[in-house]
């Protein structure tokens, strides 16, 4: 099946980056990142606790400044516009103190005044039709992410940030966000997303980030990356060993 | 002990036979009592939410400065506005001296800071919880602050009734600017110290009831209202 382009008010890929590091406080986050996020791409962003993952995906949208280096999405800076076609899914979703309706309903209001149909359509797609006047914040954890994730769809991004997106899920949730990634990359847009899954990023992923101490080291395909790692801590940390 | 159990008698025959008098008293002083909760919500809810969401140089001065206003001694006040609206003073020609609206512009000048500093407070914890989907969401300010506000609306509730409690049971600054004129400014409170001071204690009685029951009316539904948000994890 070909690939459909994604025909958005401007493209955002490939995402660049260059000598990009990023500090808080006196610690070095990331550390001279040198990377490339292809077009249309799944990029899983892998790494031990504490490598600087969340912390590369929210420099992506835009959540930390830049301390040194460049951050290019094709070709150009960050700015509102681009930061407004990429859609966030965060490790703990943060939901409004409404209902799940209104929820949806409130991003809606703020981008592209989606019709009450379509918003249920979405909740349907993400396996909440029923739920609507229910109060977001008394969903289960995996309801609440895949809110979350209805969320994010309702944007239409270029690009969809995942942050561990499926951690403590049950199987019915992992499994229907894990079909919501790779229909929505079916339809051209760029998926990055951290896990410490290491199936479900061979099952997602077409291409890998290996961070460690908030250094890239390494990019590449991931079944080359899973298949050879070359460096010595992707190859203990895909063995489950610690790295020091 | 006589003569406190006659005066409570007396004070229930005026409640419950609807004491025209007392109830002038009373509608007035929740006519003013609401106009000026009302126009400090309108300026004191956005700028406190504004003051919990965004940081600038001075921000921290300006907490201070609507933190210690809310121990602003009322007479202070009722003497400034006096001399502002007096004849002789800047906006005397508004002719407002003496009149419900008078007493309105005092009560708004001691209700905002406890408006402005207890939003700001409320706000600021659910901005902690928020602020990083509002970023990632590039949601502009006008809109973070009537979702804040929104989002918020059980807690602010909270503030309201702190304000409402300000107003209706100030005495010091309405007295000064309002003159406790019959049938024109008199109030609650003033009525109150009023009567007090003739020692007609059975209407000053009557008035502090009808006060205490609005207050334990207005909680109760608060109350009511924050239980029920809670069940659905609203606040």
């Known amino acids: 099946m070909s690939k459909k382009t994604f025909v958005g008010p401007h493209d955002l890929t490939p995402i660049q980056f260059k000598d990009l590091s990023v500090i808080l406080g006196q610690k070095i986050i990331l550390d001279k990142i040198n990377c490339k996020i292809k077009s249309n791409s799944i990029t899983a962003v892998l790494g031990p606790n504490g490598a600087g993952k969340s912390i590369f995906l929210q420099t992506i949208n835009g959540l930390f400044s830049i301390q040194s280096g460049r951050l290019n999405f094709n070709l150009m800076e960050i700015n509102q516009e681009i930061r407004k076609q990429q859609a966030m899914v965060f490790q703990n979703p943060v939901l409004l103190r409404r209902t799940v309706i209104a929820n949806l309903q409130f991003i809606s209001n703020l981008r592209n005044k989606e019709s009450n149909r379509l918003l249920k359509k979405i909740l349907s797609k993400v396996g909440l039709e029923g739920y609507e006047k229910k109060p977001a914040r008394l969903l289960s954890g995996g309801e609440k992410q895949r809110l979350s994730m209805a969320r994010a769809l309702i944007i239409n991004p270029n690009l969809l940030l995942l942050d561990e997106p499926t951690a403590n899920l049950d199987p019915y949730s992992l499994k229907l966000i894990e079909d ?57 940390y895909i063995n489950g060993e610690i790295l020091i | 002990m006589n003569i406190l159990l006659e005066a409570f008698k007396q004070s229930f025959e005026l409640v419950f036979t609807l004491n025209a008098d ?146 209706i049971s100030e005495v010091g600054a309405v007295i000064i600017v309002g003159g406790n004129i019959d049938h024109l400014t008199r109030v609650m409170t003033t009525t109150i110290a009023l009567e007090t001071s003739k020692g007609n204690l059975s209407l000053a009685l009557a008035l502090g009831i009808i006060l205490l029951s609005i ?8 109350i009511s209202l924050k239980i029920r948000a809670k069940r659905r994890m609203y606040v």
């Open chain 1, 180 to 236: 919501l990634v790779l229909e929505e990359n079916s339809i051209g847009k760029t998926i990055i997303f951290t896990t410490h899954d290491m199936s479900q990023a061979k099952r997602l992923a077409t291409d890998v980030i290996f961070l460690n101490k908030g250094k890239v080291l390494e990019q590449t395909i991931s079944k080359t990356f899973f298949k050879s790692p070359k460096t010595l801590e992707a190859q203990k």
């Open chain 2, 22 to 167: 007392l109830f002038e008293i009373l509608l007035l002083s929740l006519k003013v009592s609401f106009f000026s909760l009302f126009f400090s919500c309108l300026l004191g809810l956005p700028l406190g939410t504004f003051l919990a969401i965004k940081n600038f140089w001075g921000r921290d001065i300006v907490l201070i400065f609507f933190n210690t206003m809310m121990g602003l001694p009322p007479v202070v006040v009722g003497l400034i506005v006096y001399l502002l609206i007096s004849r002789s003073g800047p906006f005397g020609w508004l002719g407002i001296l003496y009149t419900p609206t008078a007493m309105i512009i005092a009560q708004m000048i001691l209700i905002i800071p406890i408006i402005v500093s207890l939003t700001a407070q409320t706000i600021e914890d659910i901005h902690q919880e928020y602020k990083s989907l509002f970023y990632s969401l590039v949601v502009p300010y006008h809109k973070a602050i009537i979702a804040y506000l929104f989002d918020a609306r059980y807690l602010i509730l909270t503030v309201m009734l702190a304000g409402f409690g300000r107003a």
């Open chain 2, 215 to 222: 207050a334990l009316i207005t909680n109760f539904i608060l």
